[in-house]
């Protein structure tokens, strides 16, 4: 058994090392209170008994409670005080400086908390170090400067999450929707050197990949751009093709027919779509931006946002190559073709490829093959998205959606002075979203008791305090320079502001969103109905949850004329935290708190048997209540050889739910070569660790894993808590 220590390294339980604090405090106190050796030793293996029965690795916090209590239930309350006071003088010299020992041991890659946080950040290289280094600075500052106490401790604590505080000290927002276009077509600058229109599509990929990394690293989320900004320059490499080979035939005397030179333009083209998109692919898996990951990019593929039907059929040209590449995937160090875990890509399902003899049924029936091999693409649905949110747009990033616009309706017109501003008509490129708190919905049941009036008191108090940590994330942007992200603000990525204008006309009126996250609904029905939120006389309840946390935005909405906006948090690392703190706080419940996670948003827990289109079709009505984002998805075996009903799921993708995806396993073990499932299994610790079926081979830097886990697939492994979950996985179709 392991615990995890102060510093979030780990180390080997001992039990002499209770033994030796107990017998300490014991010697303190006078003779004739004092415990005997066997009684110090009895207390030491309850401890440890205790510790066991967690089936998990305990903190040194929650080992010493356990010692606490069992001192006390021995009668010696003159040695728990003493024991209670030692505790208290090394807690108030451990507080004169909160960052050097989580500093060291990510040094030394032995912070098991934070080592797996991210799963596509690789802790053992320097440039990742740096970032986590400066991020545990930036927490250090954040809970003692610039936060209130309350929510620091509501923090600490897991009632509430106050995402990405490792970047809250730095006037950075989360993640946005790159204006591509306006920055492609209108120029901008990167690093001091300007940019200017690209005249050919190979050279328009090439800057769109260094505008990726330049926005990647100013911002800590995601981004998301659209081929269809590309498009328009495949005419213009098309027109350039044909001039060089009417020049090439002049040259040699040739006068060939019109059918010819078509031909051989449209060959040529072809070869540079296909480089172009392998710029794309390869530059973004290999860019490193400044916090040491690659830039956490989605590719929009949506064949109806084109503006002409030439240009549709270009757009159709690119997606069908970025489909083709990543279906192949990419060489990993021995020369195996993989799974990257960038850049996503999502489809756009229209009434022009989703069936059987539409004129681009061809790109979905490859769509489907790449994902049953890559786990991308993901899915949205146009009927649905434009019967619910009345537009059809991508998200920024995993999940997280903007809301239409309103500042157009309300004549505010184009405060961002982008070059591409149309009035009149929506926009979402340039637009982004301020920031996360996520509310633990299974903490509000488990502290109401199953008292529903206690459980809505309850719920009130956590949300004001959401709103408040919600506000400190937009007070914090108020007044930022545009000059703090040149790339952003001042060079078309969202805007193009003066130098020294200050970004706040960006932060009203719907330009951007600000997001309320929720966790656990599953467990938080669960608990209080004793059912699962899928059972119908459970899921009132559920919706009654939904129903008041849109309710508490639309009011802080109108108060504050920000959008709020509600949000399905995706938890990678946060899952295993707030699950912890549940059970520090009410101890283990079965089916309640027994496990180290706790489910994602609204999602159907993930060892519940259900059917993959029932699963989508019970979701769905969760989904359009996160108008802030949501993503749901089907567990699935290896579908590679049944095409046909991966193609039935997409049908019903389209006709029942926005946003959707198919999750199968993508593993290579370097050792023997094995290209099936790695697993997981617990070793005599009984820590979870992955290994090769074909091999035995446990050591992860030397296999490949691709897992999606919250919105976007991991390669990096994922902390014990994630690790249970995707464990606990069950089949859907």
């Not at 060291?104 to 799963?119: D, G, M, R, T």
């Not at 006068?255 to 973004?284: D, F, H, M, S, W």
């Not at 290999?286 to 830039?295: D, E």
């Not at 040209?317 to 960038?342: C, D, H």
Request: hydrophobic content about 35%; overall charge negative; proline content about 3%.
């Amino acid at each position: 058994m392991k615990i995890i220590k102060r510093n979030g390294a780990e180390e080997v339980f001992n039990i002499d090392k209770i033994i030796m604090a107990v017998t300490k405090a014991n010697g303190a106190v006078e003779e004739k209170v004092r415990m005997t050796p066997l009684q110090i030793t009895r207390i030491s293996e309850a401890v440890q008994i205790a510790c066991e029965e967690m089936g998990r690795s305990p903190s040194v916090e929650e080992i010493q409670d356990l010692v606490e209590k069992a001192i006390m239930a021995h009668g010696a309350f003159e040695v728990a005080k003493e024991y209670i006071t030692y505790r208290y003088t090394r807690s108030l010299l451990r507080q004169s400086n909160t960052t050097d020992d989580r500093i060291l041991s990510l040094i030394e890659c032995n912070n098991e908390e934070v080592k797996q946080e991210n799963a596509n950040k690789n802790p053992t290289i320097n440039a990742v170090q740096r970032d986590y280094m400066a991020g545990e600075v930036s927490k250090d500052i954040t809970s003692r400067i610039l936060l209130p106490r309350e929510i620091v401790e509501a923090h600490e604590a897991g009632i509430i999450h106050f995402h990405d505080s490792d970047y809250y000290a730095q006037h950075m927002h989360n993640c946005d929707l790159v204006n591509l276009e306006d920055m492609l077509q209108n120029g901008t600058v990167i690093s001091g050197t300007l940019i200017e229109k690209p005249h050919s599509f190979s050279t328009a990929c090439n800057i769109a990949t260094q505008i990726i990394a330049q926005v990647a690293s100013n911002q800590y989320g995601g981004q998301s751009i659209s081929l269809t900004h590309l498009a328009p320059f495949v005419q213009i490499s098309r027109e350039k093709i044909r001039r060089t080979v009417e020049k090439e035939m002049e040259t040699f005397g040739i006068t060939p027919n019109e059918e010819a030179i078509t031909k051989v333009v449209e060959e040529r083209l072809r070869e540079e779509v296909r480089r172009g998109v392998q710029t794309i692919q390869y530059q973004v898996v290999t860019l490193m931006t400044t916090n040491g990951q690659a830039p956490f990019i989605t590719v929009f593929m949506y064949l109806n946002e084109a503006r002409s039907e030439q240009e549709k059929q270009d757009l159709a040209m690119i997606i069908e190559e970025t489909l083709r590449q990543r279906y192949e995937g990419v060489k990993n160090e021995s020369g195996v073709w993989i799974t990257p875990a960038f850049p996503k890509l999502i489809y756009v399902l229209e009434e022009d490829n989703v069936k059987e003899g539409t004129p681009y049924f061809y790109l979905t029936k490859l769509a489907a093959q790449c994902t049953a091999k890559r786990m991308v693409p993901d899915y949205i649905s146009e009927k649905k998205m434009l019967e619910l949110k009345g537009d059809v747009y991508v998200c920024m990033g995993c999940r997280s959606f903007l809301t239409p616009d309103r500042f157009t309706d309300a004549g505010i017109g184009n405060i961002a002075n982008a070059g591409n501003y149309e009035p009149g008509k929506h926009k979402y490129y340039g637009r982004f979203n301020q920031g996360v708190v996520t509310l633990n919905l299974p903490d509000i049941a488990l502290s109401s008791g199953r008292d529903v009036r206690k459980f809505w008191e309850i719920f009130d108090e956590r949300m004001e305090l959401c709103h408040q940590a919600l506000l400190c994330r937009h007070e914090r942007l108020k007044g930022t320079l545009s000059d703090a992200a040149p790339i952003l603000w001042q060079y078309g990525a969202l805007a193009r502001l003066e130098k020294g204008e200050p970004i706040d006309k960006l932060l009203y009126n719907g330009y951007s969103t600000i997001s309320l996250g929720y966790a656990g609904l599953y467990e938080c029905v669960k608990y209080m109905t004793g059912k699962s939120h899928t059972d119908p006389e459970a899921t009132p309840f559920a919706l009654q949850i939904m129903d008041a946390l849109n309710a508490g935005c639309a009011k802080w909405k109108k108060e504050h004329n920000i959008d709020f906006s509600l949000y399905g948090t995706p938890l990678e690392s946060t899952t295993y935290k707030f699950a912890k703190c549940l059970q520090n706080r009410f101890g283990i419940i079965p089916g309640i708190t027994d496990k180290n996670y706790i489910t994602n948003s609204y999602h159907v827990h993930v060892s519940e048997p259900i059917d993959a289109f029932t699963k989508l079709g019970f979701e769905a009505q969760f989904q359009h209540l996160s108008p802030g984002g949501a993503i749901s998805y089907v567990e699935v075996p290896n579908m590679q050889q049944n095409i046909d009903a991966v193609l039935e799921v997409m049908q019903f993708i389209y006709d029942n739910i926005i946003y959707a995806e198919l999750n199968t396993k993508s593993d290579y073990c370097q050792v023997c070569g094995y290209d099936g499932e790695i697993e997981i299994r617990e070793d005599d610790d009984g820590k979870l660790i992955w290994v090769c079926p074909q091999c035995g081979n446990t050591d992860q830097n030397k296999m490949n894993v691709a897992r999606r886990t919250c919105g976007y697939i991991g390669t990096q492994f994922w902390n014990q808590g994630r690790t249970q979950e995707i464990k606990d996985r069950v089949l859907h179709l």
